[in-house]
């Protein structure tokens, strides 16, 4: 049985003892580490599957951290996420700029931490598999047939808005920023406007009706499901 490995990284006790518990009671491996340092050492140790962090640590906080587990090769499919009481704005624009893949506010009922890590996992495991085939609720993207699906109605995009919604379904627990967006759509050998990126944004969901691409200001976008 392939278990998946999570590692908890925060400075209070009690609530690594919490978390452990109750996602250890649903078949998960679990490893903690009680500072940021200790986390890096331990994810490059175990290479988890899932991190859950804190933002506010002593010696090392969880955005720094976070930046350093980004820049670890073994770590680059890793789920990162912020389990933090810093519900402001800025904090959590901080968190996935730094490369965190989801951000949830403190303080949250076990059994819906732990259904949402179910999902995370599930979605991520999807994101790492190699296919040209991506089924989200009533919305299918085919791109070896450079077709898109909602609701049982066809649709014919222009590439660019086809690539642009099939990288944003490929990792619906990622927020994919505008440089990366860029990069990965129209190429570094390619000079855009840079309202380029949220004409196409807004033209997919005025075609598609799907109010889900949620926006970071100042970030980029996400495909929410």
């Not at 965190?100 to 996992?121: E, F, H, R």
Request: hydrophobic share 40%.
């Amino acid at each position: 049985m392939n278990r998946k490995k999570i590692l908890l990284v925060d400075d209070e006790q009690d609530i690594l003892e919490m978390l452990s518990y109750n996602l250890e009671k649903e078949g998960y491996q679990v490893y903690t580490a009680s500072n940021g340092q200790e986390g890096i050492s331990k994810a490059k140790e175990i290479i988890p599957d899932l991190i859950l962090l804190d933002v506010m640590m002593p010696e090392k906080d969880g955005i720094e951290t976070c930046q350093e587990m980004r820049q670890i090769k073994e770590l680059q499919k890793t789920l990162i996420v912020f389990l933090s009481a810093r519900s402001e704005e800025f904090s959590q624009l901080a968190g996935y700029q730094a490369g965190a893949n989801d951000y949830i506010i403190k303080v949250i009922k076990p059994k819906v931490l732990v259904s949402k890590v179910a999902a995370l996992l599930q979605l991520g495991a999807k994101a790492n598999e190699n296919t040209n085939y991506i089924e989200l609720g009533d919305l299918i993207i085919d791109k070896d047939n450079f077709k898109v699906t909602k609701a049982n109605e066809e649709f014919l995009l222009p590439k660019k808005e086809f690539d642009l919604l099939f990288l944003l379904a490929s990792n619906t627990d990622k927020v994919f920023k505008r440089e990366e967006i860029l990069e990965k759509v129209w190429g570094n050998d390619v000079i855009v406007g840079e309202r380029t990126i949220d004409v196409h944004i807004r033209r997919l969901r005025e075609k598609l009706g799907i109010n889900s691409i949620q926006t970071l200001k100042g970030i980029g976008y996400k495909l929410v499901v």
